[in-house]
């Protein structure tokens, strides 16, 4: 029972290790991300100040979730159940600790985001800093992308579990065209807002505006609670794989 415990124990303390990884590489993203807007303001000599420190260790933020999804999860779960750990206090345990690392991380980019414009301001006070005339941060935002980013590094995992590595495959796939086409979505729509995309993009803009701001979050907030109902019953059926 030692040994069980022990090897459980080791398992999530992968995922500590990661995190401590994960924030490392974002104070990196930062600091790096500071150097570049210091560069740009120097020759260029902008009128308005971005976070463009705070932009890099988001980005740094969603690469590391997308792969600690994919890879962390599936060796989690196969040493954690392997050596005899009921999947369902598995998963309680999975997806308390990931709730809390994600907030963690949530903190440490609003810490960031803090100053970096405090920084800006107090060093450039010509700077205009216009993205809070643009972002309102509300919880309710904030809970709702969190629900978002655990639903896909939960179910990003999973598919990696079921299908071993053409569901890593299917993942990568997924997160490039996700990636790289949100500016060529955007490219489509300003060539031609008639066609059968921009109909489709501006229909589902039209719908969430017309049922209120409300409902929309309420909507959001069904639809990642049904999903993560599903990967869990998912996750009580599973069988521990080799990769």
Not at 41 to 70: N, S, Y
Request: charged residues 15%; aromatic residues 14%; contains cysteine.
């Amino acid at each position: 029972m030692n040994k069980r415990i022990k090897a459980v124990t080791n398992a999530f303390s992968y995922f500590k290790d990661n995190l401590i990884l994960d924030l490392f590489l974002e104070l990196v993203g930062f600091v790096v991300g500071i150097f570049l807007f210091l560069i740009i303001f120097w020759k260029e000599k902008p009128d308005t100040a971005f976070p463009l420190g705070t932009f890099m260790a988001g980005i740094i933020f969603a690469i590391c979730t997308f792969l600690t999804g994919m890879v962390g999860f599936v060796r989690q779960f196969n040493v954690a159940v392997g050596m005899g750990c009921v999947r369902k206090k598995f998963l309680q345990a999975y997806l308390g600790t990931t709730i809390a690392f994600l907030v963690i991380d949530a903190l440490v980019l609003l810490l960031y985001y803090c100053i970096e414009k405090a920084w800006y301001l107090g060093m450039f006070p010509e700077l205009v800093w216009k993205l809070t005339d643009k972002l309102s941060i509300s919880p309710v935002k904030v809970i709702l992308i969190l629900l978002v980013i655990l639903v896909i590094k939960f179910g990003s995992g999973m598919i990696v579990l079921h299908f071993g590595n053409k569901g890593m495959i299917v993942c990568w796939i997924l997160y490039l065209a996700s990636s790289l086409g949100v500016s060529r979505v955007a490219e489509i729509l300003s060539e031609n807002p008639n066609g059968i995309l921009g109909k489709i993009i501006y229909g589902m803009v039209d719908f969430f505006r017309s049922i209120g701001q409300n409902a929309g979050y309420a909507l959001g907030y069904l639809v990642c609670i049904g999903l993560l109902l599903i990967l869990i019953r998912a996750g009580l059926k599973e069988e521990v794989r080799q990769m």
